[in-house]
């Protein structure tokens, strides 16, 4: 009877932590096919080489070099007021669709955030991510496309879904990543205006992916962590 007993109990105390781990965990959604999409090409000569991820906070711009003095140009969403950082890093992975796991910092932050959500549409890495360095930054998707252009989030970067697929077919583990306040005017004078979010809809955010609609279940949890990312 005690070995019973012993065996039961045994039991419980494997179960409750599992149990307690099952919610606090949240499902992203499904995964759709991301069908990449290209920026517009602008002239930038410059002295880094084709093939490396240049980032101008300020102007809340991506530039991927390409041969011939020209690049790719993306907008995207930066560090919010207290989340900016700079320097020099490198891709060190990719992750299509990934888990987001907040940092301790952040559910210090904001109690209510999950310990995991799954990857999917309603996950705010949105549908790829690239691994900066060492760091817990990530060049990624979103689940809200009308952040794009904006200063919102907790330190990563933020793009389309369409055009982070699109960059993470080019930039391959190892590709440079230089992060700037701000890029000398010389190379930002063929920057285009950013699109207001929410004004209209670019030709980027109309195919970044197929509607995103969060379910009822979700919507407070997402207005929550709308920007934290």
Not at 10 to 21: F, G, I, M, R, T
Not at 30 to 37: E, G, R, S
Not at 130 to 154: D, E, M, P, Q, V
Request: glycine share 8%.
């Amino acid at each position: 009877m005690y070995r019973v007993l012993t065996m039961l109990l045994a039991a419980l105390l494997v179960a409750a932590p599992a149990h307690a781990q099952a919610k606090d965990v949240l499902q992203g959604g499904p995964k759709p096919q991301i069908t990449p999409k290209a920026p517009p090409i602008i002239s930038f000569q410059s002295q880094y080489g084709p093939g490396t991820i240049l980032i101008d906070t300020k102007r809340r711009r991506l530039v991927y070099t390409l041969a011939g003095g020209r690049a790719y140009l993306y907008p995207i969403t930066v560090g919010r007021l207290g989340f900016q950082w700079s320097g020099t890093h490198r891709i060190t992975a990719q992750r299509n669709w990934p888990d987001w796991r907040p940092p301790a910092e952040m559910r210090k932050r904001q109690p209510n955030l999950p310990a995991l959500m799954t990857g999917g549409i309603h996950n705010p890495l949105g549908a790829k991510a690239l691994y900066i360095g060492s760091t817990l930054y990530r060049i990624h998707g979103t689940n809200n496309a009308k952040s794009i252009g904006l200063a919102a989030s907790s330190g990563c970067i933020r793009m389309h879904n369409a055009h982070v697929t699109h960059l993470a077919q080019l930039a391959k583990i190892g590709t440079t990543v230089v992060v700037k306040p701000q890029l000398p005017p010389r190379l930002t004078r063929n920057f285009v205006p950013t699109t207001v979010p929410g004004a209209s809809q670019s030709a980027a955010s109309a195919t970044a992916a197929p509607s995103q609609q969060p379910s009822r279940r979700n919507m407070a949890w997402r207005r929550a962590v709308l920007g934290l990312n």
